[in-house]
């Protein structure tokens, strides 16, 4: 189902949780909405779902204007952050639920029941009941639920927040598998970033109430438009004074500029290990951090702290060490703007043409 | 202390609860089986445990409807406003505050024979005060908040989330009612109505200022043991005592196994 919501606004007495907000979603594409909590995330999916209805706005489905369809009439499915399972119902009539209010004959619900049961793994499960399930198997349930009615729509509220993290990603890569599999157009609210971009094919950043910016996983890390969605997405340091790195003088010409320089950013090492060892700057190794998979190291440079990573394949550092610092590129931002800038001394100085 | 304090516990239980009910027990069989039959079968006895029977009835079915749709407005609805639903949830417990009697006085005052709208009411032939609505009117009164403090913690614990599922799926409210809400609060809500039975079958005072407790018209079971005391026709009252007392005693074991019921669930 295609999508498109226009100055969409939410206020809850003076709480304004939803300001503005507009956006168009194609059909079949699997969005995540992505945001810090209390954000305006689930308002958001509460009114796509009829559940709350906007302050003003319009949220258009099809073309079809549906502000004033109640959520019977809307063509969705919506899972729960706590799955709100019937907890008086086993698994199949759990499932069975949005077929049976259509007064579907029984041969028609069992056959859809048992599809679906199939395709959610839950076979040998249908005459459980809620609570003699695990977190994971719920979920599915909520999930097979909703797809019951056929929906052109799934709308899914912090579906993996209430499970442990290492089911998380299983189930994670299973959802989005199952979506594919059912093409059907899907929203999901979460505050993890990583899930997000794992996930989603495109992803919303939503902060107080706004809608920061929309886009790929890839485009939004590559491109972040705003302080917030920089500082949200991926890791990273704040530079107050980023004139004062080699590289990035420049920076001086824009009074109150402030830099974010994400770990991957940053190149740390010995002499050697650099093309350009001019480019570099020296610094000195502070903490080192070990990840599991690789070295988490702070590195001061004067007096400006930053991290970053480094493999453990190479020579292991120790504290206190003087190393190289190359810093590739900084996100820059000031009042009115941001914008991405390189490190000036990278550009070879005395290029060989041959 | 221990040795002073488990008999003195006993002592009270039995002093108060179980010499009582040995009493009445005794005291309507003092003349016998016969006795106890006639205390019984009398046209007065018969006529007001019928009273009493119609009474619990259409209180227990009326309460039972409104109390349980307050409770779903004062819990869920949203076209409520919150100081409305706050001003409603205290006025609720009103009737736990004020004695029976006073309660029975205010239907009097207000839909009594010498009131205009009593005498409307009794101008197309609908007697109010001194007759059968009133009582029961002054019953419902007093039972009203047992429903409604029954069913209001229920669906504030169940959430309003299953209900908004239902709804995503394409079930209305009626539906959403029966298939969703129901089996969550069918415990509470039986509870609830042995409450209201309870309160129904032992209510005096209010009854009585109503029914003006005439007999053979008006007066019900516990009127009528207070008139054959007044009378002192011990045994009459022992028997229509002992007839309330067994009741009460079922509807506890059924409560107790209700209350069960509603834990587990």
């Known amino acids: ?354 | 202390m221990k040795k002073v304090w488990i008999p003195l516990t006993y002592l009270v239980f039995i002093v108060l609860l179980i010499i009582p009910i040995l009493k009445i027990f005794t005291g309507s069989w003092a003349e016998g089986w016969s006795g106890f039959i006639e205390a019984l079968t009398r046209k007065q006895s018969l006529h007001a445990l019928m009273m009493t029977g119609i009474i619990v009835v259409v209180v227990t079915v009326l309460n039972t409807i409104f109390g349980v749709m307050l409770a779903l407005y004062l819990v869920r609805a949203t076209w409520l406003g919150q100081r409305i639903k706050n001003l409603l949830n205290s006025l609720v417990d009103l009737p736990y505050a004020v004695s029976p009697v006073i309660g029975g006085l205010m239907i009097v005052l207000i839909l009594g024979p010498s009131t205009a709208l009593g005498a409307f009411f009794e101008d197309i032939g609908f007697k109010i005060v001194y007759a059968l609505p009133g009582m029961i009117l002054a019953t419902l009164f007093v039972t009203f908040p047992l429903m409604v403090r029954e069913v209001m913690p229920v669906l504030q614990e169940i959430g309003a989330q299953q209900e908004e599922a239902a709804s995503t799926l394409g079930a209305y409210s009626w539906y959403t009612f029966w298939h969703v809400t129901w089996p969550s609060i069918r415990w509470g809500v039986i509870y609830g109505v042995v409450l209201t039975v309870a309160r129904s079958l032992g209510e005096f005072g209010a009854v009585l200022v109503v029914s003006g407790n005439i007999m053979n018209k008006t007066q019900t079971a516990t009127t009528l043991v207070y008139q054959d005391v007044e009378n002192f026709n011990v045994v009459a009252a022992n028997g229509v005592a002992l007839v309330l007392a067994a009741f009460s005693v079922g509807l506890l074991l059924l409560m107790e196994w209700a209350k069960k019921r509603k834990e587990v669930h």
């Open chain 1, 1 to 354: 189902m295609h999508i498109e919501v226009r100055g969409l606004n939410k206020q809850f007495g003076d709480f304004h949780a939803v300001r503005d907000v507009g956006f168009e979603i194609a059909k079949g594409h699997l969005i995540g909405l992505l945001g810090p909590s209390g954000g305006g995330k689930t308002s958001i999916l509460r009114m796509l779902a009829g559940l709350e209805s906007p302050t003003s706005g319009d949220i258009i489905f099809h073309g079809k204007r549906v502000n004033d369809l109640p959520p019977q009439e809307r063509g969705i499915g919506f899972v729960f952050q706590n799955y709100a399972l019937f907890k008086h119902m086993t698994v199949f009539d759990n499932v069975a639920f949005g077929l049976k209010v259509k007064k579907q004959s029984k041969d028609q619900i069992r056959d859809r029941v048992m599809q679906l049961i199939e395709l959610t793994g839950l076979k040998g499960f249908e005459h459980r009941y809620p609570h003699q399930l695990s977190g994971g198997q719920r979920q599915r349930v909520a999930f097979a639920r909703a797809l019951a009615p056929e929906p052109q729509l799934l709308l899914l509220d912090e579906p993996f927040a209430a499970i442990d993290a290492k089911i998380r990603t299983e189930l994670r890569t299973w959802l989005k598998e199952m979506i594919e599999r059912v093409g059907i157009t899907s929203i999901f609210v979460t505050h993890d970033q990583d899930e997000a971009i794992e996930v989603a094919d495109e992803i919303m950043i939503i902060n107080k109430g706004r809608l920061e910016q929309k886009g790929s996983p890839w485009d939004i890390y590559k491109n972040p438009q705003t302080q917030f969605v920089a500082s949200f997405i991926g890791e990273s340091t704040m530079v107050e004074q980023v004139e004062r790195l080699r590289g990035f003088e420049e920076a001086a010409n824009w009074p109150g500029t402030q830099a974010l320089i994400r770990p991957e950013y940053i190149e740390i090492g010995k002499r050697h290990e650099f093309r350009i060892p001019s480019a570099t700057v020296q610094g000195r190794v502070k903490h080192l951090h070990f990840r599991g998979s690789e070295w988490m190291v702070e590195v001061e440079v004067g007096d400006i702290k930053l991290i970053t990573y480094r493999s453990l394949e190479k020579d292991v550092l120790q504290p206190g060490e003087e190393v190289h610092v190359l810093i590739h590129r900084a996100y820059l931002f000031n009042d009115n703007d941001t914008w991405i800038m390189e490190n000036k001394l990278k550009e070879d100085p005395m290029p060989v043409h041959i």
